[in-house]
């Protein structure tokens, strides 16, 4: 039921419904349980602030503090809101309270005209309370002027400051005040509180609604409220989320769902049709981009298995929905497409195409591979492994696109399949057959030559590249084959000795060789230093300047003058020149 004041004139929920103690104050428990043992202790400093975000608390508790303080009838810290001065305090009248806009008396004068009233003993009450409002606003001056009341104030003066950005308060003045920073108020916290407010109005309301307008308050109770507010005079007796999603412009959360399924599933078409439709039904578009990147959000909790932070853009009840698509999407590609989405955003602040900006975000979210599979197949690589299985949702989504084609190879060819693998895993891996007919050849230190040439040939292409950048290779012994890196090439040797490439090279030796051949890699730190560390270069020759008349019969150079209008301003000899 709405109520009205003295005057016939609605008020608000926000003013109606604004907390009278320290418990009413939702969210903010530690500040409450501070202020009230402090006046209980009687251990009340003479000047506090209060920081945080815009309507979470920090006026009201500074008003409830003014009262604990002034009302005769106090008990453990909280006032009784019954006798004239917790009236008067509430409504903003008092005379011993006095409530000051930072914003709009910032100036030198008002601080001036302040410390002259600030010796002015109370009227009616024990304490006289200055509540300065967006203290920030205040100037440099006014700030130096109000230091040194600030720091010997007047006996029964006490100061509030309230602020969003404690940053831009002087040290000077943070080092005078007990600070309070009020936090944003939990999503549960506002959902209550919205609902007991709505029981207070007789108003019908679907749970789901009022998560909805909590969720958009962005944790500020004012603004929750406010929104509701707009609501109960939009929706009549009895509301359900969609006059909330009317109401705020924005998508329902299974709109949303299926938007992200088609930006998963590489749809591009679907993607804008989905987009075109939101944005006919009303939708606004800066709202729906918020819901985006929101739902991105949601999608990194799911795939971080963050299972008790609340989602932000849909219900709980779809969190198993989100979990879903962030196991099929991935973490890599979820960070990849709220990059794109979190540019896009920025960009179409300052532009008249922003739905084209969307657009063309959408259409780069859908060409995005994979990036959990090609970070899998890296490391497929890097261990020597086989390539990984691919995802089959994206393989389906690949053969839909335009222009695509899925190709699939025989499985009758045993021997081409294994040639394909080896290509696909950079050919490293070997074929059953690749080493049946490799004839033995003489494993003695006067044929090492000829041996390593054999088994360079024999080696899969990328283990031989490396291998044959060896300083030094030679035979020991009965069966010891040894092969040296200087330090130019030590990431050929750090490669030739992990286990995989040793069993590769170690293989094909046993064959040649027939019989076991004991391998060893090692540095060669014989090489001189300039080798090891790459640093000899070829000096070049300086090309020798000819004179600019020397293309006067030269009929090419004559006709590209004709042509673009130059004119030669040096000419120097080729290198094969110089050197004839």
Same mark, same amino acid.
């Given at each position: %039921? ?7 004139? /609605?008020?608000? @929920?926000? #003013? ?16 409450? +349980? ?52 917790? #009236? ?10 006095? &409530? ?11 601080? +001036? ?9 109370? %009227? ?5 309370? /200055? ?28 100061? !509030?400051?309230?602020?969003? *950005? ?110 075109? &439709? ?16 929101? /739902? ?12 008790? !932070? ?32 979190? *540019? ?24 995005? *591979? ?84 054999? @088994?360079? %040939? ?22 010891? @084959? ?5 330090? +130019? ?5 750090? /490669?030739?000795?992990?286990? &995989? ?69 040096? !000419? ?9």
């Amino acid at each position: %039921m709405a109520t009205h004041g003295s005057s016939g004139h /609605y008020t608000v @929920l926000a #003013r109606r419904f604004r907390p009278q103690t320290f418990d009413e104050v939702v969210g903010q428990e530690h500040v409450g +349980r501070a202020i009230r043992n402090a006046i209980v202790g009687d251990r009340v400093a003479h000047a506090y602030l209060f920081t945080g975000a815009r309507g979470v608390g920090k006026t009201s508790t500074a008003r409830i503090f003014a009262k604990a303080l002034n009302c005769p009838h106090v008990a453990d810290g909280v006032p009784c809101n019954e006798c004239d001065v917790c #009236r008067s305090i509430a409504a903003g009248t008092d005379v011993d309270v006095l &409530e000051i806009d930072g914003a709009s008396n910032r100036g030198i004068d008002d601080i +001036r005209a302040l410390r002259a009233n600030v010796n002015v003993r109370s %009227m009616r009450s024990r304490f006289k309370v /200055y509540i300065i409002d967006e203290v920030h606003m205040l100037t440099r001056e006014a700030f130096n002027a109000l230091l040194k009341t600030l720091e010997e104030p007047p006996p029964g003066v006490k100061f !509030v400051f309230c602020t969003t *950005e404690p940053n831009k308060v002087p040290d000077t003045i943070l080092s005078r005040c007990q600070r309070f920073d009020f936090g944003m108020i939990g999503l549960a916290s506002v959902t209550e509180r919205l609902q007991s407010i709505a029981e207070a109005e007789g108003v019908s309301i679907e749970r789901e609604a009022v998560e909805l307008v909590a969720r958009r308050g962005g944790g500020s109770m004012r603004d929750a409220q406010s929104l509701f507010d707009q609501l109960l005079a939009f929706g009549g007796e009895q509301i359900g989320c969609e006059d909330v999603h009317r109401l705020l412009g924005t998508a329902p959360d299974e709109r949303l769902v299926e938007l992200h399924q088609s930006l998963i599933d590489c749809d591009q078409a679907q993607a804008l049709t989905l987009a075109e &439709e939101a944005l006919a039904s009303g939708v606004q578009l800066g709202s729906l981009t918020d819901q985006m990147l929101d /739902y991105f959000r949601d999608l990194l909790i799911s795939a971080v298995d963050a299972d008790s !932070v609340p989602l932000s853009s849909v219900a709980e009840r779809l969190r198993t929905t989100l979990k879903s698509q962030a196991d099929d999407w991935g973490i890599e590609t979820i960070s990849a497409a709220m990059q794109i989405l979190v *540019e896009t955003k920025g960009r179409m602040a300052r532009v008249n195409y922003a739905r084209a900006l969307l657009d063309l975000a959408l259409v780069r979210i859908c060409l995005l *591979e994979r990036l959990d599979s090609l970070s899998q197949l890296v490391q497929a690589v890097q261990e020597g492994g086989g390539q990984p299985k691919p995802n089959p949702r994206e393989t389906v989504a690949r053969s839909q696109r335009p222009g695509s084609t899925l190709r699939t190879q025989p499985a009758t060819d045993g021997k081409k399949n294994d040639t394909d693998a080896a290509l696909a895993t950079g050919g490293e891996k070997e074929t059953e057959s690749s080493h049946e007919s490799l004839e033995t050849i003489e494993f003695e230190p006067d044929n090492s030559d000829a041996f390593v040439a054999q @088994l360079l %040939m024999n080696l899969p292409d990328m283990t031989a590249s490396h291998l044959k950048n060896a300083s030094r290779s030679a035979i020991f012994g009965p069966n010891r @084959l040894e092969f040296s890196f200087t330090r +130019r090439y030590s990431f050929c040797k750090n /490669y030739c000795e992990r286990p &995989e490439a040793i069993r590769r090279i170690q293989a094909v030796a046993n064959q040649l060789a027939g019989r076991s051949v004991e391998l060893v890699i090692d540095s060669d730190d014989s090489a001189p230093e300039e080798e090891a560390s790459g640093a000899t270069t070829t000096k070049q020759p300086v090309p020798k300047r000819l004179s600019t008349r020397t293309t006067d019969a030269d009929p090419f150079v004559q006709h590209v003058l004709s042509v673009f209008g130059g004119s030669v301003v040096d !000419v120097r000899a080729t290198p094969s020149d110089t050197a004839h």
